[in-house]
């Protein structure tokens, strides 16, 4: 297995625009989870599934933002009418329940919006 | 709301040099992990601690979880240009599914 894996690394968007990122957790993880970090900040919790279905919710979390796991295996996050403040790291990670482990991340993606 | 607090948020030393971070909560946490961040790249899990007074060792670092298990501190022996890089602790609050971290450390250590 090669870890989690995030698409694009990169994405420059026009304010206004709708972006969707995409994670691939590693195979054998349950949860998933999506996390937002600002330069010289920690992650930020966003929201996270257990196999298909999403446990929780921030309430950081606008409307304009919108999480699925359809399969239980691979998860996007997508924002729509983005804003300059949505320019962050976007991080996934994944894990086993009851493991008692910490996550494995992904490389995350960078969102500048212009 | 729990909160995870670490100090000192930024750190720089001589190569050679010992550190300590801390990690302190008001809250009760089931454990508390350590990550490494590089630039443009994901956390990566350094040590999970999970009993109070627990002590584990990696190599120079030294990461320590409190009777209470409220807090928890990283202490770095010999540091070397290599350890450069934001130090974040993360822990579960009780009966929840995700991690909450730390504002990080962010460690420079010169040659």
């Known amino acids: 297995d090669t870890g989690v894996s995030q698409n694009p690394r990169h994405k420059i968007t026009k304010r206004g625009q709708n972006v969707t990122f995409r994670c691939d957790p590693i195979?054998?993880?349950?949860?998933l989870y999506w996390y937002r970090q600002t330069l010289g900040q920690g992650p930020e919790f966003l929201t996270y599934f257990q196999n298909e279905a999403q446990l929780e919710k921030s309430r950081l979390l606008s409307d304009r933002f919108s999480a699925e796991r359809p399969k239980g295996s691979f998860s996007t996050l997508e924002i729509q009418r983005t804003e300059q403040g949505d320019s962050a790291m976007y991080l996934c990670?994944?894990?086993?329940?009851?493991?008692?482990?910490?996550?494995?991340f992904g490389s995350g993606t960078r969102l500048t919006v212009v | 709301t729990q909160l995870l607090e670490q100090s000192p948020q930024f750190l720089s030393i001589q190569e050679g040099e010992n550190l300590t971070v801390y990690c302190n909560s008001s809250s009760v946490f089931s454990s508390l992990q350590w990550y490494r961040q590089e630039p443009g790249e994901g956390p990566v899990l350094l040590v999970t601690?999970?009993?109070?007074?627990e002590v584990k060792k990696l190599k120079r670092l030294t990461f320590q979880f409190g009777d209470a298990r409220k807090d928890s501190s990283l202490h770095i022996t010999a540091a070397q240009p290599g350890d450069t890089g934001l130090y974040l602790c993360a822990g579960p609050p009780w009966r929840e599914g995700k991690l909450i971290f730390g504002q990080g450390t962010e460690l420079s250590v010169k040659p």
């Open positions: 195979s054998e993880h349950n949860r």
């Open positions: 990670a994944s894990s086993i329940t009851g493991k008692g482990e910490g996550y494995t």
């Open positions: 601690v999970v009993t109070g007074g």
